[in-house]
């Protein structure tokens, strides 16, 4: 932990919630200036990267081929970095920490696809399978704008749905969990305001409404994995997506607290720049 002050942490409830029913919001929000970092950072992203669909801006923390913007990417890494997100992540996960992947996700006004019911379980080469995903709100979010929505609970079991294909239907990801699991009861919609943030488990079934407003609705996820994992690059999963590439065979881990406790992860592969994936 750090030596600020504890603000920030998570009460024992909190800790409770994300445990029971996959997700927190966390007291803490991003302050004003790393509110600017971050959304100035992601509409310089876009606009050094106009051909690639704002759906699919994956890994911006990265610095790759093809990239002239060094100082975008480690602005997005800085983010991933801050000390109290760490704090609350370690509260979560435990004290060794790697970012392992993160993205964009905008929804534009009016034409912002749905987000498909899924499990990101179903899509990581992880064993054992964990991560907390800290999704942290660019601009409002809102029911009208398609906020995030968790099915409550969805993490406990720690399996997997059955999850069907949704390749060559223009979804925003290609599979989602048959509609038979997901029962509207469970279903709680998290509104953010812009710097506050849901933190959620790799089991947690979420989704989210297309954006029929004017308003653009934008988050950044970040990911974080225990040092009690590995990251696979043998493993064949992942999204068969067209309209996002992503080579989780080169993607770049990044040690950001504590130890890689399973010795078996590559902090070397992908961080020269040369990798093709990304952006
Ligand atoms: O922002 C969204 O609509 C989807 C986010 C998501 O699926 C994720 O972060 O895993």
Known sequence: MSSLTSNHLL???EIHSYTGNGFVVPKFRLDNSDLEKLQNATLELMQTYPHIPTEGLVSPHIFSAGSNRPDIHSKFLEICKLTPLLDIVDQLIGPDIIVWGSRIFTKAPQTGRATPWHQDGEYWPIPPLATATVWIAIDE?????????ILTGSNRAKMLLPHQSLSGKGAALDKEIKS?????????SVPLEPGQMVIFDVFTAHGAS?????????GFAIRYLPGTSIFDRNMKVGSGQDDVQTDLGQRALFLVRGEDKTRKNDFTIGHDGMTVEVI
């Open 11 to 13: 009460t024992t409830k």
């Open 141 to 149: 979010s809102n029911e009208n704008n398609g906020c995030l929505k």
């Open 180 to 188: 038979e699991f997901i029962e509207s009861k469970h279903v709680v």
């Open 210 to 218: 297309p954006n029929l407003s004017n308003q653009r609705r934008a």
